[in-house]
């Protein structure tokens, strides 16, 4: 389980949760895990109730590998039952969480249930603090950071490896339609690259 997360909200994590899963070879599950302001549901144009006795949506737009898991209302084992019981079953593939901004205990649900972490921030100041804050929670629980995604930029500002504490893996360009761009969807596709090769390494 990849859990996509950083400090602030308008970061980028759900178009990266989206373009991650999407660009991942193989069968994947994007996993809303922000419960009070859900909206990959909305991103990957998909009903917000999952379908009954299933594990999600088929997203409309990705691989027909790739299905979408809208936030749930209601879990009867709360939300890190949920990420639990998606991480176990096999069949469905790598879970690519979209985790909620801050760092109050809904945002660390998601980082203790997750293998690993990919931090995204926007290339301003406040926003990488805000991310490597994010970093070191996912450490402080066990959870190891596998890279960050800047976002919004052409180019990653200087320092910002050593800022996270770990690999910049993609930095993915501003476009007025993020999930429908060639450079956005190649930056997606060199972050899913890096975190797929450190699962199986």
Excluded: W
Excluded at 161 to 169: H, K, Q, R, T
Aim: charged share 25%; net charge neutral.
């Amino acid at each position: 389980m990849l859990a996509i997360a950083g400090g602030k909200g308008g970061s980028g994590k759900t178009t990266t949760t989206l373009g991650v899963a999407r660009a991942i070879d193989g069968p994947t599950l994007a996993v809303d895990a922000d419960c009070d302001l859900p909206n990959l549901h909305g991103l990957a144009g998909v009903p917000r109730d999952p379908p009954p006795g299933e594990h999600g949506h088929p997203d409309p737009l990705g691989s027909t590998d790739t299905r979408i898991v809208p936030a749930p209302r209601t879990a009867p084992d709360g939300l890190g039952g949920l990420l639990r019981r998606l991480r176990e079953d096999g069949q469905s593939g790598l879970a690519v969480v979209d985790c909620p901004a801050g760092a109050g205990p809904d945002a660390t649900v998601p980082l203790r249930v997750a293998d690993r972490v990919l931090v995204v921030s926007t290339a301003c100041v406040a926003g990488l603090r805000d991310a490597a804050k994010t970093a070191a929670m996912a450490r402080a629980v066990g959870t190891s950071v596998v890279g960050g995604v800047v976002t919004r930029a052409r180019l990653t500002p200087p320092g910002v490896e050593d800022l996270l504490g770990c690999p910049v893996v993609a930095t993915v360009p501003e476009a007025p339609d993020p999930l429908d761009d060639d450079g956005v969807r190649r930056a997606y596709r060199r972050a899913a690259r890096a975190v797929t090769r450190r699962q199986k390494a």
